[in-house]
């Protein structure tokens, strides 16, 4: 069918008539073989992951179902299979892995410890799922004793959502240990994001905690203002 044409590049008159082994790779051949048998033996195989060879060689991910057809006596005839192309969902596997990756080596692992401060995080990421992306936090120490206090967002999700955000953190700790006003701060933050991506869009609220004087100045950047608890 025409389908199966687009997804294996065989025209009928190239794989009628030929063995489903045609469309095995060398190393898949034994596994395709042991599936047929399991077929014959329960009658039908659901979601089996594999590969595919199409016609001009190029290696595809499927997902393959197969039923075994049988005559008016119960002897089997042949088997039906149906392939489902897996190659976006195995891409989008992929990419989610490398953004959760990059994401997770940039976020602070402990918080840092100052005289008569504590600080504790908690991070709850706000889509589950492939949709793993910008949005971050942290913590550092500054001169003079004081802390800074950053949370986060780059809009979008995926690898170029995380990148950006890996960039707009490193640099924030950056110009935060040069210039002590968090406006200033964030004015410069801001500057550097339009150079970026500018598919990319991003938000920002970073503190300054100065736990001597007990006192906090935040600047914020189009990000919702944090709540204090008492």
């Known amino acids: 069918n025409p389908a199966a044409w687009r997804l294996l590049g065989y025209l009928p008159a190239d794989a009628v008539g030929h063995h489903a082994r045609l469309l095995a790779p060398p190393e898949r051949k034994d596994d395709q073989a042991r599936a047929f048998a399991h077929a014959l033996q329960a009658g039908v195989v659901r979601d089996w992951e594999t590969e595919v060879v199409r016609q001009d060689g190029t290696v595809v991910p499927v997902s393959l179902a197969l039923s075994v057809l049988l005559d008016p006596t119960g002897a089997p005839t042949g088997m039906a299979g149906v392939l489902r192309d897996l190659?976006?969902?195995?891409?989008?596997?992929?990419?989610?892995?490398?953004?959760?990756?990059?994401?997770?080596?940039?976020?602070?692992?402990?918080?840092?410890?100052?005289?008569?401060?504590?600080?504790?995080?908690?991070?709850?990421?706000?889509?589950?799922?492939?949709?793993?992306?910008?949005?971050?936090?942290?913590?550092?120490?500054?001169?003079?004793?004081?802390?800074?206090?950053?949370?986060?967002?780059?809009?979008?999700?995926?690898?170029?959502?995380?990148?950006?955000?890996?960039?707009?953190?490193?640099?924030?700790?950056?110009?935060?240990?040069?210039?002590?006003?968090?406006?200033?701060?964030l004015a410069c933050l801001g500057r550097l994001a339009r150079s970026l991506d500018d598919s990319q869009m991003a938000t920002v609220l970073y503190g300054v905690v100065d736990p001597e004087e007990a006192r906090i100045e935040l600047a914020s950047a189009g990000h919702p203002p944090p709540l204090m608890v008492r």
Do not use: N
Request: charged share 20%.
């Open 87 to 185: 190659s976006e969902s195995k891409r989008y596997e992929r990419e989610h892995h490398i953004a959760e990756t990059l994401q997770r080596i940039l976020l602070p692992e402990e918080p840092p410890e100052l005289p008569g401060l504590t600080v504790a995080t908690r991070y709850f990421p706000g889509a589950a799922g492939l949709q793993v992306g910008g949005d971050w936090y942290d913590v550092f120490t500054l001169p003079r004793g004081r802390l800074g206090v950053v949370v986060g967002d780059v809009v979008g999700r995926g690898i170029g959502a995380a990148a950006v955000m890996g960039q707009l953190r490193v640099a924030l700790r950056a110009y935060a240990i040069e210039f002590s006003s968090p406006a200033t701060v």
